[in-house]
């Protein structure tokens, strides 16, 4: 079964707004998770490495005060996209290691599709 | 920082014949190479992985090569089913925490 849930599935919204996305670990702990964004038809990039109870990590190009990620708990991190527009339109999909540490595969989430009209 | 490429973009195989994506890598550090399939809509899905210290691995249809000094690895499947149809990914990291490098991704078609 799924190890990394993500919520919501699919956001349709209005430019402007913004959205949070919630990326859980199941019945593990996870004190890193990373974010990624995937363009149709393309492969994953990845935004931001988060970390429990720090500050994350983020890509060169992608922009802190747009992509807020928040890691408050060891088996929760958001992605909050502020003040969205259409170019920000794109399917976010969020990751963690289970268990944390040593060569241990990461574990993806089904991705948010995110549409700003 | 790590560059990973993959080929072909698109593959179409007939049910039943093998099939082969094949990745480099730049980073001489990483050390661990997974494989992932997504269908569409989806989360990438880890498929089979293979660490710097062994050359190959196999789990019943699928198996991956690793050749450290060239820098390649690949994957292989056999006896391709229509369920098969998906994009892969190969991908390289340091392991552990570190990030995960994505290739380009390469659209299998399996035709029944």
């Known amino acids: 079964g799924a190890v990394v849930s993500q919520h919501p599935s699919r956001v349709i919204c209005k430019s402007g707004t913004s959205v949070k996305i919630e990326c859980r670990s199941l019945d593990f702990q996870a004190t890193t998770m990373f974010w990624y964004r995937q363009f149709p038809k393309q492969s994953l990039m990845l935004m931001a490495t988060s970390n429990e109870g720090s500050k994350a990590t983020y890509e060169q190009g992608v922009e802190k005060d747009k992509f807020l990620i928040n890691h408050a708990s060891l088996t929760l991190s958001t992605l909050t996209v502020t003040s969205a527009h259409p170019e920000d339109s794109s399917f976010y999909i969020c990751?963690?290691?289970?268990?944390?540490?040593?060569?241990?595969?990461?574990?993806f989430g089904d991705g948010t599709r995110l549409s700003i009209l | 920082g790590e560059n990973v490429e993959q080929h072909p973009s698109t593959l179409s195989v007939q049910e039943g014949d093998s099939a082969v994506i094949k990745c480099t890598y730049s980073d001489s550090a990483s050390n661990y190479f997974p494989w992932y399939k997504q269908e569409l809509g989806k989360g990438p899905q880890l498929i089979i992985d293979?660490?710097?210290?062994?050359g190959e691995k196999k789990d019943q249809r699928i198996a991956v090569t690793l050749n450290k000094t060239a820098k390649h690895f690949s994957l292989h499947i056999t006896e391709t089913q229509p369920e098969d149809s998906a994009v892969y990914f190969c991908a390289a990291s340091r392991g552990g925490y570190q990030k995960v490098t994505f290739g380009t991704g390469t659209k299998l078609q399996v035709i029944p």
């Open positions: 990751s963690a290691s289970n268990p944390p540490g040593g060569n241990q595969p990461q574990h």
């Open positions: 293979i660490r710097s210290n062994v």
